[in-house]
């Protein structure tokens, strides 16, 4: 199926998990540390500049955004985690949101992939290893994208593949894509992946 790109929009950027849309299309989630790269890679997907929010304080916007692409799908953001500065009402809605979205959602069986971003730079911390462990666990299918690959000179980026490819952590992943929002490396195995399991590729 070809995606009508021009016709995407954001349909809410929910802070309740009683505004998430009940749509009936696939759900493709990004999960990922604060500053990580979750809402530049989705503009990169998307081929936006700014339809996704960057923002210069990040983590401060405890919201699940639903990008809807075409009427056949939704992206979406999800607020990141790790960030020190929240506050302990900013922690709670997180928490709120986050459960909201895995654990307690009716319509979970439409979330077909979670995009899980790790840092090129910094690896794998606690907290994504947290999550991919809860990704595993709770059976949610998903592959991990390594954002900010623009950053890497030959030697580290060999070095990130060799140390990412051995981690236990990431054995229960499909797959892992290196990709950079500044040169669009990765967008388009990262949209196969996408087409693929939401039931789109034709
Ligand atoms: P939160 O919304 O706070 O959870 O952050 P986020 O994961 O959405 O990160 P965001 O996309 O806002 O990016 C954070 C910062 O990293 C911004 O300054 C981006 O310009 C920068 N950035 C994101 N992706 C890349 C990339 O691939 N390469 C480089 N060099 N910078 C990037
Ligand atoms: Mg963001």
């Not at 304080?57 to 075409?70: L, Q, R, S």
């Not at 909201?100 to 790790?118: A, E, H």
Request: hydrophobic letters at 35%; charged letters at 25%.
């Amino acid at each position: 199926m070809n995606l009508n790109l021009n016709n995407v929009s954001l349909r809410i950027s929910a802070g309740f998990p009683s505004q998430f849309p009940r749509d009936p299309i696939p759900q493709i989630a990004f999960s990922g540390r604060s500053n990580v790269g979750k809402s530049s890679l989705i503009n990169t997907l998307l081929g936006r500049k700014s339809l996704a929010r960057v923002s210069g304080t990040p983590g401060k916007t405890v919201t699940i955004n639903f990008y809807e692409v075409d009427k056949e799908l939704f992206l979406v953001d999800l607020p990141g985690y790790g960030f020190a500065k929240r506050t302990e009402s900013e922690k709670q809605k997180w928490s709120l949101l986050t459960n909201g979205y895995f654990t307690d959602n009716p319509n979970i069986n439409r979330l077909k992939l979670v995009i899980q971003l790790i840092d090129s730079r910094v690896g794998p911390t606690k907290d994504d290893r947290d999550m991919l462990r809860f990704l595993r666990e709770s059976s949610l299918r998903h592959i991990v994208v390594a954002t900010k690959n623009d950053k890497l000179n030959a030697t580290q980026r060999n070095h990130f593949i060799h140390a990412i490819e051995s981690d236990e952590d990431m054995s229960g992943t499909d797959c892992i894509i290196l990709a950079s929002s500044v040169t669009n490396e990765g967008k388009d195995d990262i949209w196969n992946c996408i087409l693929t399991c939401s039931g789109l590729k034709t």
